[in-house]
């Protein structure tokens, strides 16, 4: 049986590493004297990519705070990217994947710039979005209506705040009641800050009917990405005059909203929000998140009444 000492062991994997690079195979002596082939997979970014790191950072985003404009994304790597996107859904069933083209974010994009230079209409959105809020493109009436009342981009609005979103919509559902962006605004408060940061929803403690989202976001700042709007996704995502259904990007003036009265609400609204008002209890948010998660195309009402407790 052949051995080897420390150091020519140490020569011999520098060697093989030297070749590896080169190749990506090599050939070597194992402990029984059979030569065995290693085979590694080399993966180098485009050129091209590499290069964005010495291009100039964009200006005149002073008005937004210093820990959104200084994070760079994780997917400025057109490779991180695609390999995330063959493990998570995006797209809701039956739609077709053409009406957006999702692409990496480049090394000076931040996710509070906007559209300069671009050709065609795009936002930003994390990918705790898809993962763990289940949200799926395009985005439905009630949704854009809370972005567009809010007067934030969907990257602008925190995710715990896109919790209480998602769960106050399937409740709804659930409970044959149409959701509108005022009926779910009247159970939180705003408090937008200088410089501009991700906007939260504050509950209002003696009508909030969901409890706090318990799942943590402390990491997701950075794994943001570029939905670009294709000619098949502009009636998706677009009115007839070409304006945008939501912000889609950094507003420096998001709503404030506080101590909504109901007065302020339609005659249909005051009814969802009377209905709502009638659970004592706090509703378990998380668990009407992972709703959205299931396989099943129609929502299965009895288990979300279990789940309530309602029936």
């Known amino acids: 049986m052949s051995t080897f000492s420390s150091s020519e062991s140490t020569e011999s994997e520098r060697s093989n590493d030297r070749r590896l690079g080169d190749e990506g195979t090599s050939s070597m002596v194992g402990t029984s004297g059979m030569s065995v082939e290693v085979v590694r997979e080399v993966r180098e970014d485009p050129p091209e990519e590499l290069e964005e790191s010495n291009w100039p950072a964009k200006g005149g985003y002073g008005w937004v705070a210093g820990d959104v404009r200084d994070q760079s994304s994780l997917f400025r790597w057109s490779r991180l990217l695609n390999s995330w996107l063959n493990c998570t859904p995006v797209i809701s069933k039956g739609v077709n994947r053409g009406i957006v083209s999702l692409e990496r974010v480049s090394a000076i994009d931040r996710v509070c710039h906007g559209q300069e230079g671009a050709t065609e209409k795009f936002f930003y959105m994390y990918m705790c979005h898809f993962s763990q809020l289940h949200v799926r493109l395009p985005l439905d ?137 009638k659970f004592v209890d706090k509703l378990p948010t998380k668990g009407l998140v992972r709703v959205y998660n299931s396989m099943h195309s129609i929502i299965d009402i009895e288990g979300i009444c279990l789940l309530l407790k309602l029936c």
């Open 141 to 277: 009436d009630f949704t854009m209506g809370v972005l567009r009342a809010l007067n934030v981009a969907p990257t602008q609005l925190h995710p715990n705040s896109w919790a209480y979103l998602q769960a106050f919509h399937i409740l709804c559902q659930s409970l044959y009641l149409e959701p509108t962006p005022y009926t779910f605004l009247y159970f939180y408060d705003t408090r937008p800050r200088r410089p501009v940061t991700w906007l939260s929803l504050i509950s209002r403690p003696s009508i909030s009917r969901l409890d706090a989202f318990s799942q943590s976001f402390k990491h997701f700042k950075d794994g943001y990405f570029k939905f670009v709007v294709k000619e098949g996704g502009k009636s998706h995502f677009l009115n007839a005059d070409r304006s945008t259904k939501f912000p889609f990007n950094w507003t420096n003036n998001p709503s404030r909203y506080k101590d909504m009265g109901v007065k302020e609400l339609s005659a249909s609204d005051k009814e969802v929000v009377g209905m709502l008002l």
